[in-house]
Nanobody
Framework: QVQLVESGGGVAQPGGSLNLSCAAR????????MRWYRQAPGKQREWVAT???????NYADSVKGRFTGSRDNAKNTVYLQMNSLKPEDTAVYYC??????????????WGQGTLVTVSS
């Protein structure tokens, strides 16, 4: 069984920074794209960023220029460095990945989410 374990959420002031991590754990043959989503209170979950297996990143317009995704394939881990945080960045952040476990077929896996609160 493959799990995604997120960490790094917390409270930051406007203009501050946080760095999220998401580690894939289990018997894994391959991980394709890894993505970050977020869900603010009372709103639908929205896509934030995609980091491909070769490290190419794409971002939602709302975070472009402020958030940076990166990936360490040796550790099966993806990161999201969030700078210049705004109150509207407050949300639960979820990691998502396309995973092929050893001896099993491709599947989409979600993390449990980590809460980011931006407030003065």
């Amino acid at each position: 069984q493959v799990q995604l374990v997120e960490s790094g959420g917390g409270v930051a002031q406007p203009g501050g920074s946080l760095n999220l991590s998401c580690a894939a754990r289990g018997s894994i043959a391959r991980i394709s794209a890894m993505r970050w989503y977020r869900q603010a209170p009372g709103k639908q979950r929205e896509w934030v960023a995609t980091i491909t297996s070769i490290g190419i990143s794409n971002y939602a317009d709302s975070v472009k220029g402020r958030f940076t995704g990166s990936r360490d394939n040796a550790k099966n881990t993806v990161y999201l460095q969030m700078n210049s945080l705004k109150p509207e960045d407050t949300a639960v952040y979820y990691c998502n990945a396309g995973v092929t476990p050893n001896g099993a077929g491709y599947r989409e896996v979600w993390g449990q989410g980590t809460l980011v609160t931006v407030s003065s």
